[in-house]
């Protein structure tokens, strides 16, 4: 069984570009939830995703946004990237029911806007 | 807006010592506090857990005391390891918000 992989694990962007994060869930979680983690500080809720359906949002603006896939993999999407973009971008997923706290995070991809 | 506060940022202890580390929330709908241990290169991963109506948990040398009338709670860790060299999230949730709420964080060093 393997866990939470994520894709690519380095990436630098220029402000005001585009860029795609990827997440692939654990075996039979159907639920993937996203975080943004700067340097020093703790993990931020971004949003999580049900059934290809957002299902809860942070406090993060509309150019952040996501998918979900049939077979429950995801992306993160952020446009227009601004410096203060940088940061570990985190996904966790979940089994069916589970609480938040029982997800499991992936090594995270880190993001350099310069 | 920060929820959950983590203290301290940073912290030195001998190996065989006792790490403590503390948070204080606000949000009295918290209804779940995990603790995250998470190393380099890693995603955060869960350590131990604890409802609000217990007011100690202990699983190895990781212990959980939570003061629900003070809303703090904090991680001991007995015996410290050079492995448990690592930093430590504290966490809320409240249950159907779909979300955790992290304190900042703090960085364990033990010493050899």
Redesign the interface.
Known sequence: ETGVTQSPTHLIKTRGQQVTLRCSSQSGHNTVSWYQQALGQGPQFIFQYYREEENGRGNFPPRFSGLQFPNYSSELNVNALELDDSALYLCASSLPGASSYEQYFGPGTRLTVT | ?QQ?K?SPQSLIVQKGGISIINCAYENTAFD?F?WYQQFP??????LI?IRPDVSEKKEGRFTISFNKSAKQFSLHIMDSQPGDSATY?C?A?T?G?????????TRLTINP
Do not use: N, R, S
Request: zero cysteines.
């Open positions: 807006q959950v983590q779940y995990p290169g890693k995603g955060p991963a869960l857990a999230f966490a949730e249950q918000a779909q979300k955790l709420v992290f304190g900042q964080g």
